[in-house]
């Protein structure tokens, strides 16, 4: 009877819309003669759709069914109708597998092992497995075949209902792994077993064991995997040790021959030993005693982290154990090898280098966000941690994230997402293989593929309904192959991981009397007092603790390494008492980076940043950000600062908020400087000064970058202090435009962290606003801006200093333009033009700066140059200053700004070049003294090597007054007579503990040299 067209498209529409690819195929399957009996049962239409790939499923079905004979054709259509169970099973597994779908054609009884669906069939184990192989082996079912092919039909009955459950997520991923490492092992037992029987002499002469290793030992297998091994036999019965090897290595081949061997009913999986050592090219067997001396002696990185996952599978369980026991201990003490972090970072990369380039994209297992990031990563955490916690010894990857998380050595966050990345890219890997069961890790090409493998995943994974499988599949691949990477990078490569593995094991756990003499060791002062904060932050079992216990063996190195370790450890129990409860901060010091290291450096180096942190602890988040610590810009500083100015309730809450802006970018500023001494984190770089560190970095680019930072952050502040003052009084719009000049180091871009802000305040009346009210508004927003800055602060204050103006002290603290002009044209003394040279707007409106820096520039940088009067009298009152200004008592040769070759010394020097010569040379008219001292050098004004000094000394004098100040915590313009801090000075300049003498010999020598050109060019000499 011919089916109408239309009834036909109805029947294709049904097909397709239940997943079929091939309708008119499955059509002509459904109408087999064979499924008669059941090609009406909607519930069979509905199962196969259900299944990953319906067309596969139904091929399937109808091969066995049509192998099977009349009698159990019955029993099992029959059977497939009314028990779901086995409907599920049975479809789900050939819409999965072609390649178990060819093995139940081949083997049409073995179905039967899908109808059991009770609780013991759920998590069979080792025991369960064995048994059905022996049945398969010994039973009725092995008769008439040769031993080695009834178990590997009894191996593929099992790998079926290991299927079963999994397609029907009956068992996750981990669970199917346990299961097939499982099945492994009692595959191994079985094949040790044929071994046996045919060689009895050999298994009477010696004891064998078979160490499951990889992802056997591990207990997280894939369906068709290389199953690695290892074996060590020892004598029996009297055997001599070397026939005992030879005896145990004939058993041993032969027992890989029979897993690895194709026969026409296939084969199980290669056995690999080749984790033995010395490899392919070692014995394949040893006695317990060579391994021992192998390991001892000779053996690499990589095989202690292969025998992280090393397990007793098959043969002698005692000597198995005994291996075990002997070589545990070996395995926790890799990480202490030298290099031993680097050189699993470095097989790591050797791996993905070793992918052909056509592949990289396609690698599920070795690839970039593969598996073996995921794995690499927690073995290597495993290594270095486990040394000391017993808890992180487990075999298998989820099982050591867990414990790794538990512990707080990985944040949970982090765990969860490598754990959910590790379980899709397994059940990924696991559906590929299912397939044709073959070895690949390679994700296919082909739509068909992908399509299969999406809808078998949307069921894994629960995809909602009507999800694309292609599209969602590809999504989902990408997203945590991103995680795996991302999170391999973080915990892979952090240095914290390097610090804590170059620990000796007894640094890690120490009896306080232990501890207290190895803090004593390591310089602590109060190793008492030392102790007592070590009490205080690591007892107790709650996760912080746990962390803590991580973190500081490590910081305490760290704090060693400066001047005042002591202060370093007091400075970081106040900051975690101060975040304790902040979810972010201990997980920053152990994942992010550099950022615990940098912590302990900041902390240890003097009060002025530990001050700052502590009133702001919040910002310890910089020091993990690898731009955290990039000085902002001025124009990002006066958003934030003119935003929070315009939200504050009046004007002593709006300079609080900039208070607060200005603390924070102190700490940038301070902690950027503090690192660049002591280098960035894991980093090293060549010196050439005796005494220094290899880590001492370019001084004069930090005295630069530390002068521009804070010139800018107080700019930023005298603004948002002016703006606070206008809205006060005035609202938006103040009657005079107000400018504020900076002067001095403000103007000059060269400020310390304890630098006043020397200032000149320019008004000019606004259109309609007569002269008289100008000058009223003006005094009066002067007047409160130095209020507002002056308010009492535990900050380092801002002071403004308005001293430069004209008539000093005597004089009005704000004129206007006019009245500058007046007074420049008829009163102007030579030292006036020389403080100008340093003059340049900082805040206010920018066209009235703008317009008194045009009315200055005639008197700063003279037409025709400096007379010789002009000249002679610079030269007086620089001698003047020197005699009178130097306080009393003080050593000329250490002052780093009145002494011998000091800050004055160079910067009048520059000053009086820039007078005389700026007039012809547009490169000497800038207000920063380094600046205009290369200019100088480039004109021909001074030699190259007379700059040279010049410049050397102005920075080294720049750098120790820094110092000064973040070691104090107040500003100084001599070194420190207390030798704690002197010693500090010394670290922050480079010089190693112990080379105090020679900071001072160089200070003394570069300055003097100094002196000597500042002789010849300012005096004339």
């Given at each position: ?591 992010e980076g550099a950022a615990a290291e940098n912590l302990a450096r900041v902390l240890s180096a003097g009060r002025l940043a530990p001050d700052l942190l502590l009133r702001a602890p919040e910002a310890v988040a910089l020091l993990g950000d690898p731009e955290g610590l990039r000085p902002r810009s001025r124009e990002a500083l006066d958003q934030e600062v003119l935003s929070a100015v315009g939200r504050a309730e ?372």
């Amino acid at each position: 009877m011919t089916v109408p067209d239309g009834r036909r498209r109805s029947s294709y529409s049904r097909l397709l819309r239940h997943g079929f690819s091939d309708a008119a195929g499955a059509e002509r399957l459904l109408d087999t003669p064979v499924l008669a009996p059941v090609r009406s049962d909607p519930l069979l239409l509905d199962a196969l759709g259900a299944t990953a790939d319906p067309d596969l499923a139904l091929q399937g079905l109808v091969r066995l069914v049509e192998a099977t004979g009349t009698a159990e054709r019955q029993t099992l259509l029959d059977t497939l109708v009314t028990a779901k169970p086995l409907r599920d099973r049975l479809l789900g597994v050939l819409g999965a597998s072609e390649a178990l779908g060819d093995h139940l054609a081949r083997h049409p009884g073995d179905w039967h092992a899908l109808v059991t669906y009770e609780p013991a069939d759920l998590n069979p184990a080792t025991p369960e497995f064995e048994k059905a192989l022996t049945e398969g082996v010994r039973g009725e079912r092995g008769a008439g075949m040769a031993p080695a092919d009834a178990l590997r039909a009894a191996y593929r009955r099992c790998l079926l209902t290991i299927a079963a459950r999994d397609v029907c997520g009956t068992s996750d991923v981990a669970q199917t792994a346990a299961e097939l490492a499982d099945l492994a092992t009692a595959t191994l037992r079985a094949a040790l077993d044929i071994a046996a029987e045919e060689h009895p002499e050999d298994a009477a002469a010696c004891r064998l064991s078979v160490i499951g290793m990889g992802k056997c030992g591990g207990r997280e297998l894939n369906y068709v995997s290389d199953v690695d091994v290892i074996f060590v036999a020892e004598p029996r019965g009297g055997t001599t040790e070397g026939a005992a090897v030879q005896a145990a290595t004939r058993l041993a081949s032969r027992m890989m021959r029979v897993c690895s061997d194709v026969t026409p009913e296939g084969t199980i999986w290669p056995v690999d030993a080749n984790l033995r050592p010395e490899g392919r090219n070692g014995p394949l067997v040893r006695t317990l005693s060579s391994h021992l001396a192998y390991y001892q002696r000779w053996a690499k990185t990589w095989e202690f982290q292969a025998l992280l996952k090393a397990r007793p599978v098959a043969g002698d369980a005692a000597l198995g154990q005994e291996y075990l026991d002997a070589v545990s201990p070996l395995v926790w003490q890799a990480a202490e090898r030298e290099n031993f972090v680097a050189d699993v970072q470095q097989m790591r990369r050797r791996v993905i280098a070793s992918i052909p380039a056509g592949q990289v994209d396609r690698e599920l297992k070795l690839g970039p966000g593969g598996l073996r990031d995921v794995e690499f990563a927690v073995q290597l955490l495993q290594l270095v941690h486990g040394r000391s916690d017993a808890t992180l010894r487990g075999s298998g990857t989820l099982d050591a994230l867990t414990a790794l998380a538990a512990g707080g050595y990985v944040g949970r966050s982090d765990a969860a997402a490598l754990d959910a990345a590790y379980r899709f890219l397994r059940t990924l890997e696991h559906h590929i293989q299912l397939y044709r069961l073959r070895r690949t890790h390679l994700m296919p090409e082909d739509e068909t593929d992908r399509r299969r493998l999406g809808r078998s995943l949307a069921r894994a994974f629960q995809w909602p309904p009507g999800t694309e499988p292609v599209a969602e599949l590809a999504k989902a691949w990408k997203k945590h192959a991103r995680e795996a990477r991302r999170l391999h990078e973080k915990l892979f490569y952090r240095p914290l991981l390097d610090a804590v593995a170059q620990l000796e094991p007894g640094e890690i756990r120490l009896s306080a009397k232990a501890a207290g003499h190895r803090l004593e060791a390591l310089g602590y002062a109060d190793p008492a007092a030392a102790l007592r904060h070590l009490e205080a932050l690591a007892s107790g079992v709650s996760r912080k603790a746990a962390i803590q216990r991580t973190l500081l063996p490590v910081l305490l190195g760290w704090f060693a390494d400066s001047a005042d370790p002591d202060a370093g450890l007091l400075n970081f129990h106040k900051v975690s008492d101060a975040l304790g409860r902040t979810p972010w901060y201990l997980r920053l010091l152990r994942d992010e980076g550099a950022a615990a290291e940098n912590l302990a450096r900041v902390l240890s180096a003097g009060r002025l940043a530990p001050d700052l942190l502590l009133r702001a602890p919040e910002a310890v988040a910089l020091l993990g950000d690898p731009e955290g610590l990039r000085p902002r810009s001025r124009e990002a500083l006066d958003q934030e600062v003119l935003s929070a100015v315009g939200r504050a309730e009046g004007a002593e809450a709006a300079i609080v908020a900039v208070r607060g802006v200005r603390r924070r970018e102190l700490f940038r500023t301070a902690a950027s400087d503090i690192i660049g001494a002591y280098g960035p984190a894991g980093s090293g770089n060549g010196t050439s000064l005796p005494g220094r560190t290899p880590e001492i970095k370019d001084t004069h680019h930090r005295v630069d970058a530390v002068g521009g930072a804070v010139s800018d952050l107080n700019a930023a502040a005298v603004a948002g202090a002016l703006r606070a003052a206008v809205r006060a009084e005035w609202g938006d719009t103040l009657p005079a435009r107000f400018a504020v000049i900076g002067m001095g180091r403000f103007g000059g871009h060269e400020q310390g962290y304890g630098s006043d802000a020397d200032v000149l305040f320019v008004h000019e009346p606004r259109e309609g606003v007569g002269d008289e009210e100008a000058a009223r508004a003006a005094f009066a927003v002067a007047t409160e801006m130095r209020r507002l800055l002056q308010l009492p602060t535990t900050d380092p204050p801002l002071i403004v200093d308005a001293d430069l103006r004209p008539e000093g002290k005597s004089g009005p603290i704000v004129r206007s333009l006019a009245s500058y002009a007046a007074y420049y044209r008829r009163w102007s003394l030579v030292w006036e033009s020389q403080a100008l040279l340093r003059a340049e707007p900082v805040a206010g409106d920018a066209g009235l700066g703008r317009r008194f820096i045009e009315l200055i520039d005639p008197l700063r940088y003279p037409a025709e140059g400096l007379g010789e009067d002009a000249v002679r009298e610079i030269r007086r009152l620089k001698a003047r200053m020197e005699s009178e200004r130097l306080p009393r008592g003080a050593d000329p040769t250490t002052h780093t700004k009145l002494g011998r070759g000091g800050l004055s010394d160079v910067e009048w020097t520059v000053q009086l070049l820039q007078m005389r010569h700026g007039w012809a040379e547009p490169g000497l008219r800038t207000t920063r003294t380094r600046e205009a001292l290369h200019a100088a050098c480039a004109a021909g004004l001074l030699s190259a090597e007379e700059a040279a000094i010049l410049d050397d000394a102005w920075v080294l004098a720049t750098s120790v007054r820094n110092a000064v100040m973040l070691v104090r915590g107040r500003a100084g313009d001599t070194f420190p007579s207390h030798s704690r801090e002197l010693a500090a000075v010394g670290r922050y300049l480079g010089y190693e503990p112990g080379h105090v003498g020679e900071m001072l010999d160089d200070y003394r020598r570069t300055t003097r040299r100094a002196r000597a050109v500042v002789e010849e060019l300012f005096y004339g000499s």
